[in-house]
């Protein structure tokens, strides 16, 4: 300890002595530092935040790998002439055929699927229902008996009813097939037209991820240069395009997060400066510490960078959080320099002293904070493991640069400008003496009032954990806005034309072998319907196939071999319509190769195999923001089997959802252990004495078990988010309770009366801590500013969190303390006395 203070007063004076070279240094990194900063870049895809060997994140990359496409941006053609918007897209395809390629990333353009109606119609007697068929073989069959019989002079009828005409057959087959073709009339010309007639649709299938923003951005300005070059207002005056589709969602997404951030950010950084102005009620309090934190600002998200690349939904607010957070000890070591100036010491002295006695206790709180920062570091959770690396980092380097940067700029601005103090004006703040008051005013009926609350939150909790604490519904966990966005309006829109079959509502599967897929497919059924699995329905190539085309060509035959026979009972007009309509003498069976390009591009691999995709839909009445059956959804279906053949590939959402639950339980716990004991740790380190240990452990304990009754009785759920809160409090509870007692501990060992050191630790350092837990708070609070109901969910918790352990450290813990020196102070008077 010896040694430490001699390396602390050497630090001061030299900084006292050379302040602008610490100045300098700190100047310099925050230069080299902010490049990398500058490039951090945000992904807000979900799959950011899973570790790359979750199920669902390597079956995405083995999906991209061998299926292109997987994401879309839909141009919405708008105008009231749907000639125009035809004659525009035939026009604007071409062009948009020419960025596909690896550079644009674009797969395909869909647009049309006239090919597809043409097809159908060249092979309509192999579309035709083999009940239809049937019907028709037997009233032919009917028919020609009845020729027959009439042909015959003994003939006597017995049936009043007359078997239809041939060319009564033959209008029966024009009508079903005219019935099928009409199936296609919501499609005018193969265009995708809304049935409003107003809006025409064009998809193009890409490779960009939902989190790359900057490859949207880059392919929808590109598209729009396509558009533009053709002025769109020449083929109709009203005739205008508008984007929609998943890529313009994420992009809208994270230009929000981006948006939201950089508010919370500014809000944070104005409300923490006007409140650290209200509590020192000095102007040079704001300038000192902004100045502290921009250097360890800039190096953390430097670091952010190199160690985890870019940020995610659950990182992106850790800007708000570190200035928030990482200000609290800079605060503490302030305050402490303020009252040595306000006891008349010199700047040298003064920086001396507040190395000397702060030392201690800020290293242990940025410890404590940083480890239960850190302990996330464990999970493999990406959400978890890149909040506790970023948030970690943060409070190291605003730590050193409490040590190292501020001093120097006290030094240096006293040289400029020195500190001068009224005289006779009282020392502490107000909502230290506000704590001291009630401390020394009813200090057993704190401790009651806490104990009691202690009870009701372990029984809230206990009743919240009874009834499942997570998270399940994910409509909790999205983006909610006063206006729905742009793109989110355009897809509603665009489903109307393509159903939902076509909406991304599925998990596809992916075979190894296209023989594979029809025995997955039939697994798939049986499990639904005969073992009730939480399956729809399910989707594949051969559904664009004719289905039972050996049994149909066998009718077929015997069709064309009746109506030949029928062509001897008919008249010219009637044998010219079955001519027309006769089958041909020859009929293939098709296959998934027949099919035009455009239709079973679905279900078509990069290397054109096609007929190894499968689409799963979501059961009827089932949603997809359930979270449990999201997971049973996707559970069910990793559980599929078939005999001989590989487990397939699954690609969707729900996967995704499902492991980011599952992770949660795992991980969550984990982090959670680890914070626990590395806080322990740390109060064991700090403290010599089992009493000062056992009563900073005692905050911990109270302001947890208050933040989860409080939670629990608001009905706040746990979520991905929010569950990072249990192993931040442990270093946040500590934090404060730490340096309200390292005050008492170095008071109490300098001779001061018990009960002074007390009133000085509450008055003195309290009034830090409450304004250390404002800042805090504001950091946390900031995350209202976002429209997603997740990171909202975290800054509650965070806020419950840093009002329970503030309660806990400033009051509770001085009141147990005053309590033991008043009740041991009686002991020992009365054992004087006898």
């Not at 951005?217 to 533009?228: F, H, K, N, Y």
């Not at 054109?608 to 959804?633: C, F, M, N, P």
């Not at 806080?679 to 208050?706: A, E, H, N, Q, Y």
């Not at 008055?763 to 995350?783: N, P, R």
Request: glycine letters at 8%; aromatic letters at 8%.
């Amino acid at each position: 300890m010896k040694t430490l203070r001699i390396l602390l007063e050497r630090l001061a004076a030299s900084q006292h002595s050379r302040p602008a070279t610490y100045v300098v240094v700190a100047a310099v990194v925050a230069a080299l530092a902010f490049p990398l900063m500058k490039g951090l870049g945000l992904n807000s895809d979900w799959t950011a935040l899973l570790p790359s060997n979750k199920p669902s994140v390597v079956d995405l990359h083995r999906a991209q790998g061998r299926v292109g496409g997987l994401a879309t941006l839909t141009l919405m053609v708008e105008s009231r002439n749907v000639d125009a918007m035809q004659r525009f897209a035939r026009a604007l395809v071409p062009r948009l055929e020419r960025l596909r390629g690896d550079q644009t990333k674009v797969r395909s353009v869909d647009w049309n699927i006239a090919a597809f109606e043409d097809f159908v119609t060249e092979h309509r007697y192999l579309y035709a229902s083999r009940q239809d068929l049937t019907e028709i073989r037997d009233a032919l069959q009917e028919r020609i008996d009845y020729e027959h019989a009439q042909a015959n002079p003994l003939f006597v009828s017995l049936d009043d009813e007359v078997p239809p005409e041939p060319r009564e057959v033959i209008e029966r087959i024009e009508t079903r097939a005219r019935e099928g073709r009409s199936k296609m009339r919501r499609f005018p010309g193969g265009f995708y037209v809304h049935p409003d007639g107003n809006l025409l649709a064009i998809f193009i299938r890409t490779d960009i991820s939902g989190g790359d923003a900057a490859g949207a951005g880059r392919l929808i300005s590109t598209v729009q240069q396509e558009v533009d070059a053709l002025r769109p207002s020449s083929f109709a005056a009203d005739l205008k395009v508008e984007y929609a589709g998943d890529l313009l969602v994420g992009r809208e997404e994270h230009d929000a997060i981006q948006r939201e951030l950089v508010i919370a950010t500014s809000l944070t950084i104005v409300l923490v400066l006007l409140s650290i102005y209200l509590f020192f009620f000095r102007v040079r309090a704001i300038g000192l510490l902004g100045l502290t934190m921009i250097p360890p600002i800039v190096a953390t998200f430097a670091f952010a960078k190199i160690s985890v690349e870019y940020l995610n939904t659950s990182t992106a607010f850790l800007g708000s959080i570190v200035v928030g957070n990482g200000i609290n000890q800079p605060i503490i070591w302030m305050a402490r320099y303020f009252e040595e100036r306000r006891r008349g010491n010199d700047v040298a002295s003064s920086l001396r002293k507040t190395h000397v006695n702060t030392f201690a206790g800020t290293l242990s709180a940025s410890t404590a904070a940083a480890l239960s920062y850190g302990s996330l570091v464990i999970t493999d959770f990406r959400g978890f493991r890149d909040f506790g690396i970023i948030g970690g980092m943060g409070m190291i380097l605003s730590w050193l640069a409490m040590l190292l940067l501020l001093p120097a700029l006290c030094a240096l601005l006293e040289r400029l400008r020195p500190m001068t103090f009224k005289a006779g004006k009282q020392h502490g703040s107000f909502y230290g003496k506000l704590f001291s008051k009630t401390v020394f005013g009813a200090p057993r009926a704190v401790v009651v009032v806490a104990i009691l609350l202690s009870l009701g939150s372990i029984g809230a909790t206990a009743l919240a954990i009874a009834r499942d604490p997570l998270e399940y519904d994910f409509r909790n966990l999205r983006s909610v806005r006063q206006t729905s966005s742009r793109a989110s309006e355009g897809n509603a829109r665009v489903g109307q034309i393509v159903g939902r079959g076509a909406s991304g509502d599925a998990i596809y599967v992916l075979v190894r072998h296209r023989a594979d897929a029809p025995r997955f497919r039939a697994e798939i059924e049986r499990l639904r319907d005969r073992e009730h699995a939480p399956f729809g329905r399910v989707s594949s190539i051969d559904d664009l196939l004719p289905s039972e085309q050996p049994e149909k060509i066998a009718l077929l035959s015997e069709i064309r071999s009746l109506l030949q026979n029928a062509r001897r009972f008919a008249s010219e007009a009637d044998q010219r319509n079955i001519d027309a309509n006769m089958p041909p003498e020859r009929i293939e069976t098709l296959d998934e190769g027949d099919l035009p390009e455009a239709v079973a591009r679905p279900f078509t691999e990069k290397d054109g195999t096609r007929g190894t995709i499968l689409a799963v839909e979501s059961r009827e009445g089932s949603t997809t923001w359930d979270g449990r059956y999201l997971i049973a959804w996707a559970q069910s279906l990793r559980a599929v089997r078939v005999p001989g053949a590989e487990l397939p590939i699954l690609a969707g959402r729900a996967p995704v959802f499902a492991d980011i639950i599952e992770v949660i339980l795992v991980d969550g716990p984990k982090a959670v252990i680890a914070s626990l004991f590395a806080t322990l740790f740390v109060i064991l380190l700090t403290f010599r004495k089992s009493r000062d240990r056992l009563l900073t452990f005692v905050s911990l304990v109270f302001g947890v078990i208050w933040m989860t009754g409080l939670m629990a009785t608001l009905g706040m759920k746990l979520n991905f988010l929010n569950f990072v809160a249990f192993p931040i409090t442990f270093g946040i509870g500590v934090d404060y309770a730490v340096n309200v007692m390292r005050r008492f501990v170095l008071e109490r060992d300098s001779g001061r009366a018990p009960e002074d050191a007390i009133r000085c630790a509450i008055e003195e350092t309290g009034g830090a801590v409450v304004l250390c837990s404002l800042t805090t708070i504001i950091g946390y609070l900031s995350l209202w500013t976002s429209a997603n109901l997740a990171l909202n969910s975290f800054g509650e918790a965070m806020g419950i969190s840093e009002l329970t352990c503030l309660t806990a450290a400033g009051l509770v813990v001085p009141a147990i303390l005053l309590l033991t020196i008043r009740r041991n102070a009686a002991k020992t008077a009365h054992a004087s006395k006898a």
